[in-house]
């Protein structure tokens, strides 16, 4: 009696068939990694934002003062803005001018604060320093250099009905002035106020060197819309400096504080932490 053989291995049908099933599991877990890519970048994103803010209100309750040296995000001549900004980020900001009536007022109340010098960048990119540095001197072999805040040529605000053009060249209107609303509802959207923006980078979190409660580093955003190998990607710190109770008054009609009051952070692109949140959490991704 003749026994049959025992089949080892597999054949070719069965391979085939482990191969198109671990092909369709493959990309349902590229799907799946990708969506929790996007979920960790928001994630890191809402956590970053809430740690920038939180170090540096610690910073002023300790020094009676808030970091200085912070970037620079208008051009030192142009109205477009610090050269390296993403599309999405002068989106939401505007140009505030020397030469506006209110601007001396501004960088008063930003002294007041403790802010008293900021960096500026190259209006060209300065060749081989990442976006991130092209503030710091150092780095820009003296390109870059720190300014008085009163004797700046622009500074950036964010954009809001009546107060100028934004920095990718339209007309600030009500729908900016609703953004705003949305960062901090304490601004109405029937109000007129002027925050300007400046970028925690590199030197403002260096400033703090001597402090107990010292800022080690300059956090960094990452996004679709901003690639840091590209983009400016600091966070983003805002500052009250003027106000008026009514709608779309221009900067030399507003009443100015005497010092400027620190609203909060913001990523790049000008979200808070809610928006980052729900981004993370958001089914979508």
Known sequence: ???????????????????????????GALVAYDGLTEKAQASATANNTASVDRA?????????????????????????????????????????????????????????????????????????????????????????????????NNLAIVAAQGLGTKFNGSAATVADTLKLNKINDAFEEDETNLVVALGFGHDAAHSTAGSKVAIAQAATYTSANIDASKNYARYIGLFLV??????????????????????????????????NIAAAVSVDN
């Open 56 to 152: 540096i209100r610690q910073y002023k309750v300790i020094s009676q003062k808030f970091p200085d040296q912070w970037d620079n995000l208008g051009a030192s001549v142009g109205t477009t803005g610090t050269p390296s900004l993403a599309d999405s980020t002068k989106s939401w900001l505007a140009n505030f001018n020397t030469a506006t009536g209110g601007f001396a007022s501004a960088a008063a109340a930003l002294e007041a604060a403790g802010v008293e010098e900021l960096q500026v960048a190259p209006d060209t990119i300065f060749t081989g320093v990442v976006p991130n540095l092209q503030h710091n001197e150092g780095a820009t072999s003296g390109a870059s250099n720190e300014v008085e805040v009163d004797d700046l």
């Open 242 to 275: 003027g106000s008026s109770t009514g709608q779309g008054v221009a900067p030399a009609g507003l009443t100015y504080r005497d010092k400027a009051l620190f609203v909060g952070i913001v990523d790049p692109e000008g979200n808070g932490i809610d928006d």
């Open 1 to 27: 009696m003749m026994l049959k053989a025992k089949q080892k291995g597999f054949t070719l049908l069965e391979l085939l068939v482990v191969i198109t099933l671990l092909a369709i599991l493959s990309v």
